[in-house]
């Protein structure tokens, strides 16, 4: 019991020595009051992990950027007009406006590389379902879909049907790894779920999960915050986490063991995501791209989306606050606007580009502030739940790395076919599991019509087709199709080809053989 003692005498006394060089005291206050030697090995290991026990450096470096970084909050005035240009044409591709011969060629090559096992995907999964209002992570949300597939089952068939795709048309097996950027609060649920479901019947040495980074939550006095006594308020470190992420976790060699050479990167919360989407990728590596990114068309000059661009001769997005009113209702001949490219968070990238964002670039990166409430202890031990922001989190930006990409290219996709994100509870008036769900299914009607679908009602009256509707609109009819046996609604004929279908109608891989030998 006194070697017990004396260890922790002597752990306190390292720690609190380095604690105090950086201002942060405060952080062992409650050390005393710790529930037995688990709790102030937690804390201490916490604390370890925050600084260099030396010098504090790391934790009093964290602190000082927070601080820069609030103290500058609100100063970043509109860029001036002639430091922007748009993205120049010739590395600019489109889903609607390039040839169809082109389309063709980019699908052809992105297969051929999938059927080489050169794809994988990246799925950044670090947040939590905070403004959705559920405790548990996005990618496990149901929005509501006959089959109640949640967001994860969605993406794992996609990805089954794109091995597949990419199989048949090179007669060969192939696979697309799947790798999952958790955070410390996402990982254990996520990794939870796909063991309950059997990966969705993917070979679990193919879906590799790892964590990213946390960083301590800075109070607007410089203080680290402590959310309870003897816990750190810490948050993920943003998705652009990923760069050190890869390196920590050994992914970049997992990746090049497997001989890995392009990956598709993406956020969980998009219910319309390709995974590994052929188009895209072939259309990349047809350019030589060593980065690129898909974009949609922005629906108003002022929607609060950032844009991809070039900003003095290199490429980033820019947020919207920061696009002088005059650039953002800039339009060309053609009546579209200038700057359009609305930024969606689905990359492309090279393997290579991303050891070198690893190796050399990532501490180039400067945080992104943001405010948020933060419980927190106070002085005399007890539990604050503040009515207003009081923590300074600083997060990396996963599209920070475009300005180090020597040929980078950007891909222009329909917004109703390919980003529908789920951010928020119903209550909101959009991004929510409502928008989600109708974008679903409104797809998956358009590709029944598109392949003969007949909709028919309770009594077997035929509902009048509509081939476009308001974002706020259901579908005339309610139509559900498994990824299973559609990756981009390719295919349907032989299921759908003047069949009469009665809403809700379900088409999974049951129904389709049904269907087929009808």
Request: a negative charge; charged letters at 25%.
């Amino acid at each position: 019991m006194e070697a017990l003692e004396e260890e922790e005498a002597a752990l306190l006394s390292q720690l609190r020595g380095a604690v105090s060089e950086c201002g942060q005291g405060h952080l062992l206050d409650f050390w005393p009051e710790l529930e037995g030697p688990s709790q102030r090995r937690a804390l201490a290991e916490a604390l370890r992990g925050m600084l260099l026990l030396e010098s504090g450096q790391a934790l009093r470096d964290h602190c000082r950027r927070a601080m820069e970084a609030h103290r500058s909050q609100g100063e970043g005035a509109p860029l001036e007009p002639r430091r922007m240009e748009p993205l120049p044409g010739q590395f600019l591709g489109s889903a609607s406006r390039s040839p169809p011969e082109e389309l063709r060629a980019w699908q052809q090559e992105g297969l051929r590389q999938i059927s080489q096992n050169k794809v994988g995907v990246l799925l950044l999964a670090g947040g939590q379902g905070t403004r959705l209002g559920v405790p548990y992570p996005k990618g496990m949300y149901d929005v509501g879909l006959p089959s109640c597939k949640t967001l994860y089952q969605i993406q794992a068939e996609r990805i089954r049907r794109v091995e597949q795709l990419a199989g048949e048309r090179f007669q060969t097996q192939c696979t697309v790894p799947w790798y999952i950027m958790t955070s410390e609060f996402t990982l254990g649920p996520t990794e939870r779920f796909f063991q309950e479901h059997g990966y969705f019947h993917l070979d679990k040495t193919n879906v590799v999960m790892f964590e990213q980074r946390m960083l301590p939550v800075v109070g607007f006095d410089g203080k680290v915050i402590l959310e309870e006594k003897g816990k750190v308020a810490m948050a993920p470190d943003g998705n652009g986490g990923l760069y050190r992420a890869l390196m920590d976790h050994k992914i970049l060699e997992d990746m090049e063991r497997r001989g890995l050479q392009y990956i598709h990167v993406y956020c969980v919360d998009n219910i319309l995501v390709k995974m590994a989407d052929p188009v895209f990728v072939g259309f990349c590596i047809s350019k030589g791209a060593d980065c690129g990114a898909k974009v949609v068309e922005k629906a108003y000059p002022t929607e609060p989306v950032g844009v991809v661009c070039c900003v003095d001769g290199v490429y980033q997005v820019v947020e919207y606050s920061e696009i002088p009113l005059e650039l953002a209702q800039r339009r060309n001949p053609d009546g579209r606007l200038t700057y359009s490219a609305g930024n969606i968070c689905n990359h492309f990238f090279t393997v290579d580009f991303l050891r070198a964002v690893g190796e050399k670039f990532e501490p180039q990166l400067k945080p992104h502030l943001a405010i948020k409430k933060v419980p927190f202890v106070d002085k005399e031990g007890n539990l604050v739940k503040p009515l207003k922001p009081n923590g300074i989190k600083l997060e990396k930006f996963v599209f920070d790395v475009f300005q180090f990409s020597k040929n980078f290219v950007a891909f222009e996709v329909q917004r109703e076919e390919e980003f529908s994100p789920l951010k928020n509870a119903d209550t909101a008036e959009k991004d929510t599991p409502t928008t989600a769900r109708r974008a679903l299914l409104s797809q998956h009607y358009r590709w029944a019509l598109k392949a003969g679908a007949v909709f028919v009602d309770s009594r077997g009256e035929r509902i009048p087709e509509k081939q476009s509707f308001r974002e706020d609109e259901e579908p005339p009819a309610v139509c559900e199709i498994s990824p299973l046996v559609s990756y981009f609604g390719e295919g349907l004929e032989k299921y759908l080809k003047s069949k009469e279908l009665q809403s809700p109608f379900l088409l999974d891989e049951i129904k389709a053989e049904t269907l087929q030998q009808a």
